[in-house]
DNA sequence: TGTCAACACGAAAACGTTTTCGTGGTGGTC
DNA sequence: GACCACCACGAAAACGTTTTCGTGTTGACA
């Protein structure tokens, strides 16, 4: 096992000071070319690296970015993280993803741990847990910190800091809207419960379209699933003796549970009726029929979120800028589960 | 913005020397109860948290565990990497994910900057392109310098280190077999070009079931996919005219456009052709109809990686250990892709 | 020959810990 | 009162860097 090669070592092979070494090797003026060359060259040959970690201590900062989500079997959260590494390895930092599982406890715990030199800032999409407790010391002490922090897609609102968001909203009042355009005229809607910012947010973005549109709202075409697990059943008797022509899904698994009760009624998608979802993964692409969707844009929103956070590390009185909130525009994927 | 506290602060404040902060927190017999008790209560108030960069570089030791993988937008992987942060978290390591984006040049570097303090060991499943070269040069010095390397899925058998794999020709071969058991004669290969290993063991799996059950090998049922972008086209026109009565595909993909090429040829799936797939994911579950797999236990994979990797790390003689290989055992999950 | 600048390098502090060793003071014992 | 042990704490080194400042040597110049 080869030890690890240090300034030191060098410093004591080739029988100068460690100073001399680390000038060398930054390319100081103040070493002569001769040595310089020397120890550039020793250095090569033995592949000397220098330690991140002293270097970290040293400069008080690691280049490096705290990622947490929630859990990281899920599609959307890759794309999310993908766009994150990308804007950071450009511009010489990396990343280090903990998952919370959801859990607060576990939200906490990680952001402390990383918060403890390990990291320069934060990249966060709150645990379900975290939203209903309510309880956000550990974001309010990391900022106290003076560490920058980015929140995405579940946001805070009384967190104040910069903020990567999709129009929600906008996006369901879009897939809403698109429905109607086909001449949809009884439209369901399956959502989440309502402490789930997102589900709210697009609860509410179908109603407003409904509205706008002069749609009657008829609150037995609305259900919010609670038990993801038992999801597949509570649509199944959700959809039976609805009549709709068209139901718009929260995401895509309630999309496909959705499709597959209207096969088992004998209703075709989309010539019976139409199905569209939100957020735009692997699932709709490759279902039979292959998914209309809003897209979401995770990669988009990892990048754009990587680089809040990497202007206000670099930016040394980034104390008074303002925060910003980017909102990320969704798009329509028109597919095969709604009509022509 | 607060300052984080440090042991100097509070030795300041309290008006002792940093060794007495330091030793008091640390329950130490040589501080008497009274300072104990008020060092701690100050740092309790303040909530000191020590340094993690400080105590890598004293400790020589991170505890962190570096995980590089091909890709992060990938479901098996982040299976996977659930399994390892499980581990790792239980046993007090967090852990750093980096993608290669199956490039052999993000692949060395990542290794590199990690390898350089921030990381105990690595758990590392190969880019493409890094085994088409051949070159594992990043690999061995690594390991030369005594950092463990767990190897897990894309293994690489020339180097010498621990591994989990799972039975991939075994894999293929129940797949076949359950197929031959359903009664299926004529059964189709659809695999991925030899140098992606697995796609080799998988097809060696598929020849070896058809020799075992005496059923003729027949090169033209048998596709090598070159261009993943141009799979959907090249499967379809593999698939016209050959009246295979089944089919395996070496993932969810190659099999479910294998299903809507079926499809499209007026074939039922699985009444006139079983379809089976090796790879469980999310797409499997969902589709209509839901495929049948041989299931990889990512998580499982995970978990033991990290309880090798970490074995090593806490045992001083590792040296002398001898490297395991973990075989993790793959299962077949029936769904309706193929017939009963 | 004495002065001074320029040059090339080294010593040491700093980042925040832990740990070994040393030391001043106290109390007890003969 | 002298000696010793023990207690409670501090100084300093170490981990691997970077950087400031100091310093010895050289050569030029008057």
Redesign the interface.
Known sequence: ??K?LTLKLIAKELDVSISTVSKALRDSAEISEDTRQKIKAFAKLY?Y??????L??KNRK?K?IGVIIPE????YF??V??GI?QVANEKGY??????SNNSFDKEVI?M???????TDGFILSVAKETQQKGDYHHLT?VI???MPLVMFDRVIEEINCDKVIIDDTLGAKKAVQHLVNLGCKKIGLISTIDYVSVGKLRTQGYLEALSENNLELNESLILKVDDFDQSEEEISRFLSDKSMDAVFAVNE?FA?YA??AF?EQGLDVPKDVSVIAFTDG??SK???PSLTTINQHGEEMGAQAARLLIKKLENDDS?DEPFETIIIETGLVERNSTKR
């Open positions: 096992m080869k690890r592949n690296k220098p330690n991140n970690i002293a970290s201590l690691s490096t990281i079997v899920h599609h890759t794309t993280i993908s590494e990396h990343v280090i993803i903990c998952t990680n402390e741990i990383l918060a403890n030199g390990s002490e106290e910190q003076g698994h496909i499709i597959k096969k692997e699932l490759r279902f039979i104390e």
